[in-house]
């Protein structure tokens, strides 16, 4: 075989095999009505404070060959904080906390995943109003897909804690008053696009 026509059948068979290799990776939408973000903070030292946001938006781009690979996207819309007191929540909302008209979402871009023995560790960039950090997720799933009413849904948490202080969020309140360890667990369920 001459040299052209070698080059010729490679340059044919990776145009074949192109598409084998993009279908390994398949994009996902967050379902707002079944995805939220809880969390807790201690307040005065006594007491749990729990609340939620809720209607995540986002996408996943799952590498089904190598989960590591896979890219996560998110928002929340911080005027949907609830800790069931309508005061508090007011509060929250205020320029003292998240400020939820100059910065109506937190967001989320993810930098790596890493396997951590049989879980998955998720870090990327957490943006609360002017502040991003670094932070790293403790990820349980992603669920086996199903199917459910013409869909392909799956879903997985990711767990962590931030430090309020680092995101100058609630500034004024001594960790006295406000503990500074933010826990926060995100359920979200994603549909195959």
Do not use: C
């Amino acid at each position: 075989m001459k040299f052209k026509q070698v080059l010729a059948l490679a340059f044919s068979a990776t145009l074949l095999f192109a598409p084998i290799a993009h279908a390994q990776t398949s994009t996902w939408a967050l379902d707002p009505a079944h995805s939220q973000a809880d969390f807790q903070i201690r307040h005065l030292g006594v007491s749990t404070v729990r609340g939620a946001i809720t209607g995540a938006k986002g996408t996943v781009i799952l590498d089904e060959k190598d989960i590591t690979k896979s890219k996560v996207e998110a928002t929340l819309s911080t005027a949907t904080v609830n800790t069931s007191n309508d005061a508090r929540d007011k509060h929250l909302k205020s320029p003292d906390f998240f400020d939820a008209e100059k910065y109506p979402t937190i967001t989320f871009k993810s930098t790596s995943i890493t396997k951590n023995g049989d879980k998955l560790e998720l870090t990327g960039d957490l943006t609360i109003g002017a502040t991003t950090k670094s932070v790293t997720l403790d990820v349980d799933g992603p669920a086996p897909p199903q199917s459910m009413h013409g869909k392909t849904i799956s879903g997985f948490s990711a767990s962590g804690t931030i430090k309020r202080s680092d995101f100058n969020f609630g500034q004024k309140f001594p960790a006295a008053m406000l503990g500074d360890d933010v826990k926060f667990t995100i359920d979200v369920e994603i549909d195959k696009q």
